[in-house]
């Protein structure tokens, strides 16, 4: 099913920026001052492959079917309810159409284009191009790492690796098994293979028109036992315990090679006599609980089996949460955040503004209970989303998006003593146009999103003098980027259907500097919706994660708000709520054979994440109206840290005065001097603290 979308005032500018780049304005009259009457696209139906792209041609006529030369074109695409949670994913991500009418396909359904002509005076002439994406074909398939050795009475499962067409690993394509022969092993559709007896088969692996085969010579089981033991016997919830199975034959030796699938069974303690058995287990060993309670591992190898018995305890992380202060915005959306020590040895906060007017504040927060605006910059952009400031506190860069004359960019601040003010030391806007919504400082580099497809990396050595010296982009004709952050010379990107990405900017090992990026690697997430990134090494394991951010949806409607000026978003019915969770993906850029893999995954129930910050093993996020949450990243990351205890406190702050009123939706979280400092869509900059049990009881001051 199709949906249409009505785009409404500020919504409607903002889609047709980040979509379509330049496009003519709205109401223009048609070239050579005929009216447009018909108009024709070919071709009339669109039908495509991922990755495939499309040329629309459009032909405009008048009353006496005449060609109108020269007539202004826009493009809409049609992808659902916009940022609505029924439409699954971002509709961004699903296919572009460029400014001149090129159709390029990014995921599989079925969509449209609208083809509007301005005929003047507010009036368009309208007409639909259907679209159908099509998954690419299965083009060769790979059997992952199989067995060296098939031993009778055992199942093994096979691992499959298919690619498309345009280079893609596909993970929805069902595919099959086959054997051919039924009296040795059997296999289902899954890959599960069951081996009955020796003998010799043939396993086909099949997906669209591609096959493999794999020659199976399954021998004599020889195994009698298996010794199980585990690392730990008792143990907090959401810590990892590692466990150690050995398949041994009559004598007491190990049987080579022999399958060893893991299993558990939990009586907890909120039922006492099996209630809901909940952790995880992993087949290479690993096991970790969500729940306090006893769990008995198993360890089955045919018809062999053996059991450990692993004692849980609660992970009594949990703290509270003090308010701290609050530095209310009531005016205008507030975006991103950053908090520093400027070299006048006081502490500033400096915060943008989002769908509005181009402002960002710099607040002085030296004390945090009574943050004041020092300093308001105002730049041409509807939109400062991001801001950040450089390791030495002196230089300030803000983003722009939505500039009048659609030259956005960065603005570069000199933030040295704001107590005097801040002061413009430069613009740069050099094929930056289409928009920068993202952005990273770091060693006098600026790492930029243009248009939403790659970063420019600007020097800013001399501020005053803003120069590219680099550029990385992904080679897709669908790439899209969202978000990067730099940290010891490795630039980590979220990447929407791409995931993330790891470039070597100096620090990787691989030749790489802000001049010459060189890509490191890529995994990309099935879903899509990869929003935002935060690399770091655990203090406790020196294990590194990458937090990768999924944002999913979102529900709530837009309204205009005369009150607060022509275009200015606010809200009908309900609060705006926000579905997405986090990937914590292990994969250390420094080790050449380390292979990226999910470990575990955030996610907050009916909330979705924004940005993240992670400092000595604890996670600050916002969770949009799920408020500010503090989770314990400590130990080895398995599973599921929400359910698992791990959550240190959350904060969920309303505030009746703000710009939407008892709306929270934390955009942005930053620790800072023993505080937590966040920023509000809805309602300005915040200020909490952690406190223990005994602070909390007793006050904020302790009384």
């Known amino acids: 099913m199709r949906v249409t979308i009505r785009f409404r005032g500020l919504l409607t500018a903002l889609c047709l920026f980040v979509a379509f780049g330049t496009a003519p304005v709205a109401g223009q009259q048609a070239a050579e001052g005929r009216t447009p009457n018909t108009v024709q696209v070919e071709p009339a139906e669109i039908n495509m492959r991922v990755g495939e792209s499309v040329q629309l041609q459009v032909t405009v006529l008048d009353a006496d079917d005449a060609t109108i030369d020269n007539a202004p074109v826009l493009y809409l695409p049609l992808w659902g309810q916009f940022w609505n949670i029924e439409s699954s994913t971002w509709g961004f991500n699903l296919f572009r159409v460029s400014s001149d009418g090129l159709v390029t396909a990014s995921k599989p359904g079925e969509y449209a284009v609208r083809v509007r002509i301005p005929k003047g005076e507010g009036t368009y002439l309208d007409t639909e191009v259907p679209l159908r994406i099509r998954k690419p074909p299965v083009t060769s398939i790979e059997l992952v790492d199989p067995p060296a050795r098939f031993l009778s009475a055992t199942t093994v499962r096979l691992e499959r690796r298919m690619v498309d067409s345009s280079g893609a690993v596909r993970r929805d394509v069902a595919g099959g098994f086959r054997s051919s022969d039924g009296d040795v092993a059997i296999v289902d559709e899954l890959g599960h293979l069951k081996l009955l007896k020796p003998g010799r088969t043939t396993i086909t692996a099949m997906a669209d028109e591609a096959s493999t085969t794999l020659d199976v010579r399954v021998e004599h089981n020889p195994a009698a036992s298996i010794s199980l033991t585990a690392d730990a016997n008792r143990v907090r919830t959401g810590d990892v315990v590692h466990l150690d199975a050995v398949v041994l ?269 060189v890509k490191m690697g890529q995994f990309p997430f099935p879903s899509g919706w990869n929003h935002s990134v935060h690399p770091y090494r655990s203090a406790s394991t020196g294990k590194f994660y990458i937090l990768a951010g999924d944002e999913a949806a979102r529900t709530g409607r837009f309204s205009p708000r005369p009150e607060l000026g022509s275009g200015t978003p606010g809200y009908e019915g309900e609060p705006s709520r926000w579905r997405g969770w986090i990937h914590v993906l292990e994969w250390d850029p420094l080790k050449s054979d380390a292979d990226p893999r999910v470990v575990a995954r955030y996610e907050v129930p009916e909330a979705g994440s924004h940005n993240i910050w992670v400092e000595n093993d604890v996670m600050y996020v916002a969770f949009y109206n799920g408020g500010l949450r503090v989770v314990d990243l400590s130990g080895e990351l398995m599973g599921d840290p929400y359910r698992q205890g791990r959550e240190i406190a959350y904060f969920l702050h309303f505030d009746p005065d703000g710009f939407r009123a008892n709306a929270p939706q934390v955009w942005g979280a930053q620790p800072f001097k023993g505080n937590i400092f966040f920023s509000d869509n809805s309602s300005g900059l915040w200020c909490v603290r952690l406190v223990d049990d005994t602070d909390a009881l007793a006050g904020p001051n302790g009384e």
């Open 249 to 517: 034959d009559g004598r007491g030796n190990p049987v080579n090679g022999a399958p060893i699938t893991f299993s558990f069974l939990a009586r907890t303690d909120e039922m006492h006599v099996g209630g809901p058995t909940t952790g995880f287990i992993a087949q290479d060993g690993r096991f970790v609980a969500d729940l306090p309670g006893e769990y008995s591992i198993f360890a089955h190898s045919g018809a062999q089996s053996a059991t450990a018995v692993i004692v849980v305890e609660p992970r009594d992380a949990q703290r509270h949460i003090e308010l701290v202060g609050h530095g209310r915005v009531k005016d205008r959306s507030t975006s991103d955040l950053w908090v520093w020590e400027a070299p006048n040895g006081r502490d500033y906060a400096i915060t943008g503004t989002h769908s509005a007017e181009g402002h960002a504040y710099i607040w002085d927060v030296t004390d945090p209970a009574n943050m004041v605006i020092v300093d308001t910059v105002h730049v041409d952009a509807r939109t400062v989303n991001d801001v950040k400031v450089s390791e030495d506190g002196r230089i300030a860069v803000i983003s722009r998006e939505g500039a009048s004359n659609r030259r956005n960019g960065i603005v570069i601040l000199d933030v040295s003593d704001p107590a005097e003010g801040a002061r413009v030391l430069s613009r740069y806007d050099d094929e930056l146009t289409g928009g920068v919504h993202n952005l990273f400082v770091s060693n006098d580099h600026v790492y930029a999103l243009s248009a939403g497809q790659r970063y420019d990396i600007i020097s800013i050595e001399d501020p005053s003098n803003p120069h590219r010296v680099g550029r990385f982009e992904l080679d897709s004709p669908a790439r899209s980027i969202h978000d990067v952050w730099v940290a010891d010379g490795i630039a980590y990107s979220a990447n929407w259907n791409q995931g993330v990405v790891m470039v070597d900017v100096g620090g990787g090992n691989m030749g790489g500097s802000p001049r010459n990026p």
